[in-house]
């Protein structure tokens, strides 16, 4: 049987019981047919003020991400996909690799992660791209992991803003106008493109206008990680107001 409003494909999505920016922003780029249900990885609003801070906050997650992937197979959804990205980028692209394993293992189902809809949405967008400005929620020890997956893969990070945001909840209270001079302060012409990392910054609408009066590409992980999602389910819906991805490619 088919389910009947996920009569295309049923997303599983995994996110943080903190984020609050992932589900609205991959509800709103949802195709007919096309059903997203979350399962959060349940973390205290823990304080951030350093890099010790978050590398706790990276283990908390870590030690619950799998309770998260069981609730939500149990909608036997047909694809996971990750709204929560700093996980995804740690110890560069082998260890966005082993997560990517470790999950699918556990799932039994493949999943689209953020790091690699990045590299993704980067490949798609320019082939010539190879100088990268790049926007996190993060303490400086998240910015390195970044920095070195987006190395692995061939890209200089020339640029990099770490908004170091003090807890999980506050990443989602960063206004547009921050985004928006953040985007501003990192552009200039040895810019190729400008990448944005953290599921709980809301930035899609952002960076779709931006792109728009830069003329390059910005890519906001959560559009990308839904854009890369659809495209390996074989669906190709165009979908107005989040930029070059989803509509044209």
């Known amino acids: 049987m088919t389910d ?3 009569w295309r494909r049923k997303f599983g999505v995994i996110a943080p019981s903190t984020n609050t920016s992932v589900q609205p922003e991959f509800d709103a780029m949802r195709p007919i047919g096309v059903t997203n249900h979350f399962s959060r990885i349940v973390i205290p609003n823990m304080k951030i003020a350093n890099d010790e801070d978050f590398n706790a906050l990276i283990d908390t997650i870590r030690a619950t991400i799998m309770e998260a992937v069981d609730s ?7 694809y996971l996909v990750m709204g929560m990205s700093a996980e995804t980028f740690w110890d560069g692209l082998e260890g966005s690799v082993e997560l990517q394993r470790r999950i699918e293992a556990r799932a039994g189902v493949k999943v689209a992660m953020g790091s690699d809809a990045c590299r993704a949405a980067l ?3 320019g082939p010539d791209i190879c100088r990268i400005a790049v926007i996190t929620p993060y303490q400086p020890v998240g910015d390195r992991q970044v920095e070195r997956f987006f190395n692995d893969c061939g890209y200089e990070v020339a640029k990099l803003k770490g908004l170091k945001c003090e807890s999980p909840v506050a990443i989602a209270h960063v206004e547009e106008r921050t985004l928006r ?3 501003i302060e990192l552009n200039d012409s040895s810019v190729d493109a400008i990448v944005q990392v953290g599921t709980n910054l809301a930035m899609a609408r952002v960076a779709a206008m931006a792109e728009f009066w830069l003329d390059k590409p910005v890519v906001a992980i959560n559009t990308a990680t839904y ?5 390996q389910n074989g669906i190709q819906d165009r979908v107005q107001g989040f930029g070059a991805l989803l509509e044209r490619h």
């Open 181 to 183: 001079d953040a985007i």
């Open 72 to 78: 939500v197979m149990s909608a036997e959804p047909d």
């Open 123 to 125: 490949r798609t967008l």
């Open 227 to 231: 854009w890369w999602a659809l495209r």
């Open 4 to 6: 009947s409003l996920g």
